[in-house]
């Protein structure tokens, strides 16, 4: 007996090593040490952004963890940053602490998050082999998890949720050892855990709302989890006080924050649901055909989901001889899930990070499953058959992850790449003056990653909808928006590129002092405003008017109002009203597309101002420029106010044409969304040539 609990421990000691082992190959192979050095960007970098800023604001104030702040002074009328996640701070709070000991540096977040993750998966492991008993199936089960291009992205990454999951895995890895041995211990740290699974992200408690709800049915005596009939909660109510504090601390600070972001009136942080119900049909179908095109090979490649399906449908024929705990708590994580989906349905739009914790479920069938063979097909379990191919199956799915890894950071609308300067301008900001307690106006769109990446706090162009509760609020979006900015005690706007002082002409009377550049990045001083800065007119190459008046013999074209330029789908033509002259465009379901352009050979640095007239439902009227190719240039930011005629609106949008579009033709159209009619009239399209700045700096300042 000595000898095989000898050979055990030797056994278990060898699949340890080979597992972490495992580990530090694949984080090498994904380019993890890289990656850790990298600040905020890519997808959801707003969130990572705000994360990030959380732990920064802590350790750069005086760590109050009661009152968090962010970069965004979007609170008390504009005036602070206070604003609280629905999840306990715990993760930005021990890295400000780290900050505090060895200072600010992005890697410490990352690093804390990897391992915290890689722990997680650790104990996957080491669950996995306590109900098998295989080195094999142990070490290569957990890589189904990472070889998700979602888990992949976020494990060591900002955000508190693969936090979460891997600390919901721990926890299972106690109580299932209580389960077996009956130790106090096990399940104190079964607690413990599932509380920090839930402090970092309240989804994190799905599976032990399914473990509640077999505890209501054990004591109800519908149902027996013990393969030997007995409660696993003997003792009843006893066994489950470990779980009450931690659940309790939870949903007091889910009632902290909400009353906190009332009293600083702060809307940026979301504590409530977005569900299906409150959704129409348009906007739940766009929800679905996002997830199938976007999300659905990001959560798993599709031979993973054969790989579960075939895993589920093989435990439902054997349920009798399935392990009644894993049985039962997958039976109730489905309904629990699916709920949570219908909760939070419209952020399954744009957010894959919302499914995180929703991995337990996938990560109870394996678990299960596997168990299963163990027990009923013990031949085929140790096959090297079957090893040797899942072998090849976890390598190929590692390398699918590794590809979706590399598309997320190489991609050339990684904001890294449109955003490059910010990462690099702070030592600038201090050797020109700009202290870390002056505020400023960022006009870089509506992020804060700016502010964090330039360490000030301060303002962006933002649209405070309120979740559509109240008025919508816009900062700096006007020029009252960046008055208001100015008056909250905002000193310098620190602008993206001199394109967003052409596109926005409301910023260029406060673009008058020039304190620095730095490459493309224009710094303007609010309180000074000694002009030493002017903008020169853009010469127009080309302006184009189709008035819809004229079309081609055969219908089939639009003539241009001087020079008889063709605009395509002259056929949409109509008198049955119009803006100017007697005929508009008609666009609907059938015709949705109109007055059609193609430009050939657009230069960099070009930029063009559109407008058209437009009488339909607001929104859903939109120009549309285009490369040949939409992945290669698509634009459709537009402007919509009323027109002076009755029922008539003023579509515009103004852009510059990026670096990928040089040489390449352009496509400028009408875009109606509708399921009715709509008009349009007048599409006038005015050509810049590329421009030129003159401007001196302020003496004792530099450029880069």
């Not at 090297?384 to 072998?391: A, H, P, R, V």
């Amino acid at each position: 007996m000595p000898d095989q609990k000898a050979t055990s421990t030797r056994f278990k000691l060898i699949g340890t090593v080979i597992f972490i082992f495992t580990l530090f190959i694949i984080a090498w192979y994904f380019n993890y040490p890289e990656i850790l050095l990298k600040k905020p960007q890519s997808i959801h970098f707003p969130r990572q952004a705000d994360c990030a800023s959380l732990a920064l604001n802590y350790y750069q104030s005086d760590m109050d963890f009661f009152h968090p702040e962010i970069h965004n002074l979007t609170s008390d009328d504009g005036t602070s940053g206070k604003c609280a996640p629905s999840e306990l701070p715990f993760l930005y709070y021990l890295v400000a602490i780290l900050y505090k000991m060895f200072g600010y540096h992005d890697f410490i977040y990352r690093i804390i998050n990897t391992l915290i993750f890689f722990l997680g998966l650790f104990y996957f492991f080491r669950l996995l082999y306590v109900l098998l008993n295989d080195i094999f199936w142990s070490v290569s089960l957990p890589l189904i998890l990472l070889s998700s291009p979602v888990i992949a992205y976020y494990a060591n990454n900002y955000l508190t949720n693969t936090s979460a999951l891997a600390f919901v895995i721990m926890a299972w890895f106690y109580f299932i050892n209580y389960y077996i041995h009956g130790q106090h211990k096990n399940l104190y740290l079964s607690a413990l855990f599932f509380f920090l699974a839930g402090a970092f992200k309240i989804t994190g408690l799905f599976s032990l709302l399914s473990l509640a709800i077999i505890f209501t049915l054990e004591g109800l005596n519908i149902i027996r989890c013990h393969q030997d009939g007995r409660r696993i909660f003997g003792n009843g109510l006893k066994r489950i006080i470990p779980y009450i504090p931690g659940v309790i601390i939870i949903f007091l600070w889910i009632v902290y924050a909400h009353r906190y972001n009332q009293i600083h009136d702060c809307y940026y942080f979301s504590t409530r649901s977005f569900p299906i119900w409150d959704m129409n049909t348009e906007a739940t179908r766009n929800v679905i055909k996002a997830v199938v095109k976007i999300w659905f090979t990001q959560y798993f490649s599709i031979w993973i989901y054969f790989f579960l399906i075939i895993l589920f449908i093989y435990m439902l024929v054997n349920r009798l001889s399935a392990h009644p705990l894993l049985f039962y708590t997958i039976m109730f994580l489905i309904p629990i899930v699916l709920l949570y989906v219908l909760m939070q349905f419209f952020m399954l739009k744009d957010h894959d990070y919302y499914t995180i914790n929703i991995y337990i479920l996938p990560i109870f069938i394996i678990i299960s499953s596997f168990s299963l063979m163990k027990q009923k097909h013990y031949r085929l379990f140790k096959s090297l058959i079957l090893k040797s191919l899942f072998f090849c199956f976890v390598i190929y799915h590692l390398w699918y992850a590794k590809s979706k890894l590399d598309e997320r950071y190489n991609n050339k609308e990684n904001i890294y790449y449109m955003l490059h300067d910010y990462y690099e301008i702070t030592p600038f900001l201090e050797q020109n003056g700009i202290l870390l307690k002056d505020t400023v106006i960022s006009i870089s769109g509506e992020t804060q990653l700016p502010l964090y990446l330039m360490n000030r706090k301060g303002w962006i162009e933002h649209i405070e909808t309120q979740f559509g509760e109240g008025e919508k609020i816009l900062y700096n979006r006007d020029s009252t928006g960046i008055q208001h900015s100015i008056d909250k005690g905002a000193k310098y706007m620190i602008v993206r590129d001199l394109e967003e002082l052409i596109v926005k002409p409301y910023l260029q009377s406060y673009a008058t002092n020039l304190v620095g550049r730095f490459n493309k990045i224009h710094i303007f001083d609010l309180v000074n405003k000694n002009p030493n800065f002017t903008i020169p007119e853009r010469k127009i190459l080309q302006s184009i008017l189709c008035d819809a008046e004229q079309v081609t013999n055969d219908s089939k074209d639009y003539l241009s109002f001087s020079d008889s330029l063709l605009f395509e789908f002259g056929i949409t033509q109509s008198d049955e009203t119009s803006w100017s002259g007697k005929y508009s465009a008609k666009l609907n379901p059938s015709h949705p597309f109109g007055m059609t352009i193609t430009l050939p050979q657009v230069k960099t640095g070009e930029s063009f101002a559109i407008e058209v007239k437009y009488s339909g439902v607001p929104e859903k009227g939109l120009i549309i420029a285009s490369a040949l190719t939409s992945d290669v240039f698509y634009y459709n930011e537009n402007t919509i106010i009323p027109d002076t005629v009755p029922g008539w609106y003023n579509i515009s949008a103004e852009f510059f044409v990026p670096g990928e579009m040089d040489g390449k033709e352009m496509k400028i159209y009408l875009w109606y969304t509708g399921n009715d009619s709509a008009y349009f009239d007048d599409f006038k399209i005015t050509r810049y040539s590329s421009y030129s700045f003159v401007n001196k700096v302020t003496e004792g300042h530099r450029d880069k």
